[in-house]
């Protein structure tokens, strides 16, 4: 089956750096995208991997493995209005002409002054 | 400004009541989708359209319709709303490239009493 796994919650400090997980089990693979989703507000795009490694956005960074299924976002320098929930999202290659997502719950982390 | 427009933002209905949620953007992209957000079930793709005049189902689309008459506009139409309809709704706009980011619309809060 497709599914992908992240932590429910997060809490972190102003000013420190905190990686939230994400693990997928899908029967392709054609991309992995993060998203931040402030409360009640619409998700909006933070990165995409398609191959192996790091990528690096400013204060965002974000990691892929592909042979593990395993990717992390990476938030340095922590600011209050990191406080959001982060939605990883995995394109499966198999969905045809549909350009559908397969979506992680979210992870909803809260920066602490 | 590159945007996905919905219209209404918030709605309070009855069951039963049809109801059209327009979305339209003007980044001239052509897939466009409707998701709808629930917690604990996160973003669940309801209907996509891969341009004008082409549309197919997506996860769960039961209970809905969309119609796709010019590449700027996707609205999802409920013929006979039930409470379990109520949710967060999303329409999103792909540009397709090597990363095919989706660009959110500001959301649709429907209640169905």
């Known amino acids: 089956g497709q599914n992908i796994d992240q932590p429910t919650e997060m809490t972190a400090t102003e000013g420190a750096i905190v990686q939230i997980n994400c693990t997928y089990q899908?029967?392709?693979?054609?991309?992995l995208f993060w998203y931040q989703q402030h409360a009640g507000e619409a998700p909006t795009f933070l990165s995409y991997n398609v191959l192996d490694g790091l990528e690096e956005k400013g204060r965002f960074s974000s990691f892929l493995s592909r042979s593990k299924g395993y990717s992390y976002l990476l938030l340095k320098e922590l600011q209050m209005k990191d406080s959001a929930s982060y939605l990883c999202a995995v394109r499966d290659q198999w969905a045809g002409n549909n350009r559908k997502l397969i979506w992680g719950l979210g992870t909803s982390l809260a920066v602490n002054p | 400004e590159a945007q996905v427009t919905q219209n209404p933002r918030y709605l309070i209905t009855v069951t039963g009541k049809k109801l059209t949620v327009t979305c339209s953007q003007n980044m001239n992209h052509e897939y466009m989708s409707w998701y709808r957000q629930d917690p604990g079930l996160g973003l669940r793709q309801i209907y996509y359209?891969?341009?004008?005049?082409?549309?197919d189902k997506g996860d769960v689309p039961e209970g809905y319709k969309v119609s796709r008459k010019e590449k700027r506009n996707f609205p999802l139409i409920l013929e006979s709303p039930s409470p379990n309809q109520t949710s967060l709704y999303f329409c999103?706009?792909?540009?397709?490239?090597?990363?095919?980011?989706?660009?959110f619309g500001p959301g649709t809060r429907l209640t169905v009493l």
């Open positions: 359209s891969m341009n004008v005049e082409v549309t």
């Open positions: 999103a706009s792909t540009r397709q490239g090597a990363t095919d980011t989706q660009y």
């Open positions: 899908t029967s392709g693979f054609n991309g």
